[in-house]
C-alpha cells in the first residue's frame, strides 16, 4: 500500500479510537474486518502506532500544538511505528521538518504528567505507593509493549518439549521466571497456525494470571469453583492443576464469554470442568453449592489498569467514579463466594488493578467483616509449589506483582481459610 494511503487509514483509525466509546482492541477488530485487504504488515503497523499514540497521548497531544493539519494526523505521526523512511515520502517538507523537531524535544525538562502520560488521578496513588524510586520505572515499562506468555498443558507435555517444538516451528521461547508451567516469547508469532498450539500443549496466558491460579493449591478429586470464570484461562489451568479429576465449575455472568472457554476445553483435554453462566452472584447455583466447596477463586471485575501494557486506552476510559462502582461490586461478589466455601477450604481474591483500594482495601476489608475466614501468607502457598524467587512476589500477606519489578501484568491476590 502507498504510504500516504497507509497514513490516511491510520489517521482514519486512531480518529475512532479517541472517541472513547468501545475498547480499542475491539475497535481495531472491527476497523480491520471492513479493510479485509490489509496485508500483516500494514495490520501491525495500524495497529501500533495506535497503542504507541494512546501510551504517550498527553506528550503526543503537546507536541502536535505546534503542528498544522488534523490533529489526528500530527498524532499518528508522532507515534509512526511503520519506518521512518516508508512514511517520510507521504510528508511534505513542512512536516517532515515539524516531526523531526517535535521528536526532538528534550523529554526532561517538560512537566511530570507529560512524561508519565497517566491522568492524575492515577498518577498520584500509584506514586504514593511505590515512591519516586518505582513510579518511573513503572512509568517506563507501562509505556512498552507486553511479552507473549504461554502456559504449558501439564496434562499433554512437558515445557522442555514444548520449548523444542516451537523452537522447530521458527518460535524461541524461554522459560518464565517463576511459573513452572510459563514460557515467555518476544513478538507476536501466529501461534493458532501450530501444531503445539492446535493440539492444546499450549495457551495463552500471563506468568502473573498462572501464579493466581498456584494459590489455590487445588488438588485432585477435590470441588473447586473459579467463580468469575471469564473465556476461561485460570480454569484451564486449575483443571490441569486438579489431573483431570473432582468438579471443576466456571461461574460467569456472561453466556458469550463461556462460549470461548468450550474450544479451548476441547483442545485442553479436559473433562472436568462445567460451565454455568449465572444470574449474579446470588444465583441459585451458588445457594445449592453453598458450604461445600474446597477452593474458589475470585479474579475479580476490576479496573484492569494491571494490563495497560496490552490496553493503554484504559487509563483514559476508566475514571475515579467507575472505580468506586468496581469497588461496590467487588466487595458484594466477594462475600457472595465466600459462600460456597466448606470449613477448611480456600477463598483466593484477585485482581489485575494496580490500585491500592481495589486490592488491599477490598482484602482488608473482607477480613474485618468476615469472623469465620482467617488470612492465609501468599509467600507460603508460593513457598509450598516450590517457586523460584517466591519472596519477591509479595508484599506483606499478599501477591503483588508489577509490570516493571516481575515482566509479568500487575495482579494483586489475597488468600483465607475458612474455620
Same mark, same amino acid.
Given at each position: 500500500?502507498?504510504?500516504?494511503?497507509?497514513?490516511?487509514?491510520?489517521?482514519?483509525?486512531?480518529?475512532?479510537?479517541?472517541?472513547?466509546?468501545?475498547?480499542?482492541?475491539?475497535?481495531?477488530?472491527?476497523?480491520?474486518?471492513?479493510?479485509?485487504?490489509?496485508?500483516?504488515?500494514?495490520?501491525?503497523?495500524?495497529?501500533?502506532?495506535?497503542?504507541? &499514540?494512546?501510551?504517550?497521548?498527553?506528550?503526543?497531544?503537546?507536541?502536535?500544538?505546534?503542528?498544522?493539519?488534523?490533529?489526528?494526523?500530527?498524532?499518528?505521526?508522532?507515534?509512526?511505528?511503520?519506518?521512518?523512511?516508508?512514511?517520510?515520502?507521504?510528508?511534505?517538507?513542512?512536516?517532515?521538518?515539524?516531526?523531526?523537531?517535535?521528536?526532538?524535544?528534550?523529554?526532561?525538562?517538560?512537566?511530570?504528567?507529560?512524561?508519565?502520560? #497517566?491522568?492524575?488521578?492515577?498518577?498520584?496513588? !500509584?506514586?504514593?505507593?511505590?515512591?519516586?524510586?518505582?513510579?518511573?520505572?513503572?512509568?517506563?515499562?507501562?509505556?512498552?509493549?507486553?511479552?507473549?506468555?504461554?502456559?504449558?498443558?501439564?496434562?499433554?507435555?512437558?515445557?522442555?518439549?514444548?520449548?523444542?517444538?516451537?523452537?522447530?516451528?521458527?518460535?524461541?521461547? &524461554?522459560?518464565?521466571?517463576?511459573?513452572?508451567?510459563?514460557?515467555? &516469547?518476544?513478538?507476536?508469532?501466529?501461534?493458532?497456525?501450530?501444531?503445539?498450539?492446535?493440539?492444546?500443549?499450549?495457551?495463552? %496466558?500471563?506468568?502473573?494470571?498462572?501464579?493466581?491460579?498456584?494459590?489455590?493449591?487445588?488438588?485432585?478429586?477435590?470441588?473447586? &469453583?473459579?467463580?468469575?470464570?471469564?473465556?476461561?484461562?485460570?480454569?484451564?489451568?486449575?483443571?490441569?492443576?486438579?489431573?483431570?479429576?473432582?468438579?471443576?465449575?466456571?461461574?460467569?455472568?456472561?453466556?458469550?464469554?463461556?462460549?470461548?472457554?468450550?474450544?479451548?476445553?476441547?483442545?485442553?483435554?479436559?473433562?472436568?470442568?462445567?460451565?454455568?453462566?449465572?444470574?449474579?452472584?446470588?444465583?441459585?447455583?451458588?445457594?445449592?453449592?453453598?458450604?461445600?466447596?474446597?477452593?474458589? !477463586?475470585?479474579?475479580?471485575?476490576?479496573?484492569?489498569?494491571?494490563?495497560?501494557?496490552?490496553?493503554?486506552?484504559?487509563?483514559?476510559? %476508566?475514571?475515579?467514579?467507575?472505580?468506586?462502582?468496581?469497588?461496590?461490586?467487588?466487595?458484594?461478589?466477594?462475600?457472595?463466594?465466600?459462600?460456597?466455601?466448606?470449613?477448611?477450604?480456600?477463598?483466593?481474591?484477585?485482581?489485575?488493578?494496580?490500585?491500592?483500594?481495589?486490592?488491599?482495601?477490598?482484602?482488608?476489608?473482607?477480613?474485618?467483616? %468476615?469472623?469465620?475466614?482467617?488470612?492465609?501468607?501468599?509467600?507460603?502457598?508460593?513457598?509450598?509449589?516450590?517457586?523460584?524467587?517466591?519472596?519477591? #512476589?509479595?508484599?506483606?500477606?499478599?501477591?503483588?506483582?508489577?509490570?516493571?519489578?516481575?515482566?509479568?501484568?500487575?495482579?494483586?491476590?489475597?488468600?483465607?481459610?475458612?474455620?
Amino acid at each position: 500500500m502507498h504510504p500516504a494511503a497507509l497514513l490516511d487509514l491510520a489517521t482514519e483509525l486512531l480518529r475512532k479510537v479517541l472517541a472513547f466509546d468501545a475498547p480499542a482492541d475491539g475497535v481495531l477488530s472491527s476497523f480491520f474486518h471492513q479493510h479485509r485487504g490489509l496485508g500483516q504488515r500494514e495490520r501491525h503497523t495500524l495497529a501500533e502506532t495506535t497503542y504507541a &499514540v494512546l501510551r504517550r497521548r498527553l506528550l503526543f497531544q503537546h507536541l502536535a500544538q505546534s503542528g498544522r493539519g488534523p490533529l489526528e494526523r500530527r498524532l499518528v505521526l508522532l507515534g509512526w511505528q511503520g519506518g521512518d523512511d516508508f512514511v517520510r515520502t507521504a510528508l511534505a517538507p513542512d512536516e517532515r521538518e515539524w516531526v523531526g523537531r517535535a521528536r526532538g524535544v528534550d523529554l526532561s525538562t517538560l512537566p511530570d504528567r507529560l512524561r508519565h502520560n #497517566l491522568p492524575d488521578w492515577l498518577a498520584d496513588p !500509584l506514586r504514593s505507593t511505590l515512591g519516586d524510586a518505582e513510579f518511573w520505572p513503572l512509568v517506563e515499562s507501562l509505556n512498552a509493549p507486553a511479552p507473549l506468555d504461554l502456559r504449558v498443558n501439564a496434562l499433554r507435555a512437558r515445557r522442555e518439549d514444548v520449548t523444542v517444538a516451537l523452537r522447530d516451528a521458527g518460535v524461541e521461547a &524461554v522459560a518464565t521466571p517463576h511459573s513452572p508451567w510459563g514460557l515467555r &516469547v518476544q513478538g507476536k508469532p501466529a501461534l493458532n497456525k501450530l501444531e503445539v498450539f492446535s493440539r492444546g500443549d499450549v495457551e495463552v %496466558q500471563d506468568e502473573g494470571s498462572q501464579l493466581l491460579a498456584l494459590l489455590t493449591e487445588a488438588r485432585r478429586g477435590e470441588m473447586v &469453583v473459579d467463580f468469575c470464570a471469564g473465556a476461561g484461562g485460570k480454569t484451564l489451568a486449575l483443571g490441569a492443576m486438579m489431573r483431570n479429576t473432582g468438579r471443576l465449575y466456571a461461574f460467569d455472568v456472561s453466556g458469550h464469554r463461556l462460549e470461548a472457554l468450550k474450544p479451548r476445553m476441547a483442545r485442553s483435554g479436559l473433562s472436568n470442568v462445567h460451565p454455568a453462566q449465572i444470574a449474579h452472584e446470588r444465583d441459585e447455583r451458588i445457594k445449592r453449592l453453598a458450604g461445600k466447596i474446597d477452593r474458589v !477463586l475470585v479474579d475479580a471485575p476490576c479496573s484492569g489498569l494491571g494490563t495497560l501494557r496490552r490496553n493503554p486506552d484504559l487509563k483514559w476510559r %476508566q475514571s475515579p467514579q467507575a472505580i468506586e462502582e468496581l469497588r461496590a461490586k467487588q466487595q458484594a461478589i466477594l462475600t457472595s463466594a465466600a459462600r460456597l466455601v466448606k470449613p477448611g477450604g480456600r477463598l483466593v481474591y484477585a485482581t489485575c488493578s494496580l490500585l491500592e483500594a481495589e486490592n488491599e482495601a477490598i482484602a482488608e476489608s473482607f477480613l474485618a467483616s %468476615q469472623r469465620d475466614f482467617v488470612a492465609l501468607p501468599a509467600l507460603e502457598a508460593l513457598e509450598r509449589q516450590k517457586l523460584t524467587g517466591a519472596a519477591g #512476589l509479595v508484599r506483606g500477606s499478599y501477591l503483588r506483582l508489577w509490570p516493571h519489578r516481575h515482566a509479568t501484568d500487575g495482579f494483586f491476590a489475597a488468600i483465607w481459610q475458612k474455620r
